[in-house]
């Protein structure tokens, strides 16, 4: 997604099986673990996955008494007004209590498996349309915490409670502003034939049974943030632009002609300009105007972004103005680099040191306003005494990672090139066949400059050898735009001569 024809969302979508976030499977608990007070569930991936105690949801025990009825054949799936739930998880109880080895529950995914860990997991089912989301085997309305106005909540509330069935909860989303009934009541009715569906295959599955599947992250994207600001949703692919049409249709046919198909001759991505941003935004370093630069790096327990400078002033007075204002031009391209990446967990960022405690809290002040718009939840803390600001992001899925680094022509990615020695005794050859048998009046040799260096240096040089020996003009001369180790042939008229 772009802003200003900036790149600020990125994300990738493959055909290969992947555990998504909102996915829903039949899970078997493999083993319990008393200490860490969770369990870990088979839903099919290498590693399995964590559900914790907190995560089972204070409405567990109707969940495990729905699906009880449903395997046993005494509920018929659907609704549940005349179902009578259980009582509410404590807060503070054992996971031991509830679940042992061997049983079978539907459970959610929370965050998708990231390097050796499996996916994190919670049996407080939802289901997410594009104004509300459905909490089965729940009860009461909630507002998205994001809408301030106490009028348009008292609003969206009561339409909600009219549309909502027994048993069902609802949280209404922050896109929900300004919707009308219809649009809000349509939303919950497609939710709940959502679980209909969902609750016919929970009485018949198996385990590590994908009963849910997330709609695609394409989707999803529309889904989360289509809105009247959208004035066109460009797509190369024709199968893909019949499948948006098909769900803007569904949810907001007055935009549906906003899914127009590229059909130019460049690429998409070359044609907008987002070519060159994805190949420099997401490399180790990443370049800012005036010398500023970004390092950013990735463990295994967090990531770190390292502010560099590229010219600072040498006057004490002005080097602390300057470096305030290079770490606020940073904070832009941080704030943008969360969200492009998706990066998530712990973040530190080394900005460049400020002595002023007012420039601090101006540089923080400005971090929490850039990433005001940032969907996934984050918490900022104040720079420490070390000039480290730490940041938490929600991490739902392994941040985007995508390799900008390209094939060396000349050494065919083995950071080896053949010695000069070889190379010159191959231009010596090509010589032989041009000069002597194929009648060349003279050859001009066009090279890198160190090959055309080695070439000419010395005495007697390689240039004045080839002249001597084949009695005709061999001239050497560097060209800055060719590789190591690589030359061309040229012929008097400056030609290039095929090899």
């Known amino acids: 997604m772009t802003e200003g024809k900036k790149l600020v969302e990125y994300g990738e979508e493959t055909n290969e099986k992947a555990f998504q976030v909102g996915d829903i499977y039949w899970g078997e608990?493999?083993?319990?673990n008393p200490s860490l007070n969770a369990c870990f569930v088979d839903v099919g991936d290498e590693k399995d996955g964590f559900l914790h105690y907190l995560d089972l949801g204070e409405h567990f025990g109707s969940l495990r008494k729905l699906t009880q009825e449903l395997n046993e054949g005494k509920r018929k799936p659907g609704m549940l007004q005349n179902f009578e739930k259980a009582e509410i998880l404590p807060k503070e109880g054992k996971?031991?209590?509830?679940?042992?080895?061997?049983?079978?529950?539907?459970?959610?995914?929370?965050?998708?498996?990231?390097?050796?860990?499996?996916?994190?997991?919670?049996?407080?089912?939802?289901?997410?349309?594009?104004?509300?989301?459905?909490?089965?085997?729940?009860?009461?309305?909630?507002?998205?915490?994001?809408?301030v106005d106490a009028n348009e909540k008292k609003r969206l509330k009561q339409i909600a409670s009219q549309a909502l069935p027994r048993n069902f909860g609802v949280?209404?989303?922050?896109?929900?502003?300004?919707?009308?009934?219809?649009?809000?009541?349509?939303?919950?009715?497609?939710?709940?034939?959502?679980?209909?569906?969902?609750?016919?295959?929970?009485?018949?599955?198996?385990?590590?049974?994908?009963?849910?599947?997330?709609?695609?992250?394409?989707?999803?994207?529309?889904?989360?943030?289509?809105?009247?600001?959208f004035d066109q949703i460009l797509v190369d692919h024709p199968g893909m632009a019949e499948q948006l049409r098909e769900y803007v249709q569904?949810?907001?046919?007055?935009?549906?002609?906003?899914?127009?198909?590229?059909k130019g001759k460049v690429p998409l991505f070359e044609h907008i300009g987002l070519d060159k941003q994805v190949k420099g935004s997401f490399g180790t370093s990443v370049s800012m105007p005036g010398g500023i630069y970004l390092v950013i790096e990735h463990t295994e327990a967090l990531h770190v972004i390292d502010v560099n400078s590229g010219n600072r002033s040498k006057k004490d007075n002005d080097q602390q103005e300057h470096a305030l204002q290079t770490n606020m031009d940073a904070a832009e391209e941080i704030a943008r680099q969360l969200r492009l990446r998706d990066m998530g967990g712990?973040?530190?960022?080394?900005?460049?040191?400020?002595?002023?405690?007012?420039?601090?809290?101006?540089?923080?002040?400005?971090?929490?306003?850039?990433?005001?718009?940032d969907r996934a939840k984050h918490h900022i803390l104040p720079m420490s005494k070390f000039g480290l600001m730490e940041i938490t992001r929600q991490r739902v899925r392994p941040a985007v990672q995508i390799s900008t680094q390209e094939q060396c022509a000349a050494c065919r990615g083995t950071g080896k090139i053949g010695p000069s020695l070889l190379i010159?005794?191959?231009?010596?050859?090509?010589?032989?066949?041009?000069?002597?048998?194929?009648?060349?009046?003279?050859?001009t040799i066009s090279a890198h400059p160190h090959l055309a260096a080695y070439c000419k240096n010395g005495w007697p040089s390689l240039q004045w050898k080839w002249s001597w020996k084949y009695r005709k003009l061999v001239k050497v001369t560097a060209d800055q735009q060719l590789l190591m180790g690589e030359y061309r042939l040229l012929n008097p008229k400056g030609e290039v001569i095929p090899l």
């Open 250 to 262: 569904g949810i907001a046919p007055d935009k549906v002609n906003l899914v127009q198909d590229y």
């Open 29 to 32: 608990v493999r083993k319990i």
């Open 346 to 373: 712990i973040i530190v960022i080394d900005f460049i040191d400020l002595k002023s405690a007012e420039h601090r809290k101006a540089l923080l002040d400005k971090m929490i306003g850039l990433m005001s718009t």
């Open 95 to 147: 996971i031991g209590d509830y679940l042992q080895k061997g049983y079978k529950i539907p459970v959610q995914i929370t965050k998708e498996p990231i390097n050796s860990k499996g996916p994190r997991l919670t049996a407080s089912l939802s289901l997410a349309g594009r104004f509300c989301v459905l909490l089965p085997v729940d009860s009461g309305v909630s507002v998205s915490r994001k809408i």
């Open 424 to 443: 010159t005794d191959q231009i010596e050859s090509r010589l032989d066949f041009l000069l002597l048998k194929n009648g060349e009046k003279s050859v």
């Open 171 to 229: 949280i209404v989303r922050t896109a929900a502003v300004g919707a009308g009934s219809d649009e809000i009541s349509s939303d919950i009715q497609d939710l709940v034939s959502k679980w209909k569906e969902i609750s016919q295959k929970m009485a018949a599955a198996k385990p590590k049974d994908l009963i849910s599947k997330e709609i695609t992250r394409v989707t999803g994207l529309l889904r989360d943030l289509l809105s009247d600001q």
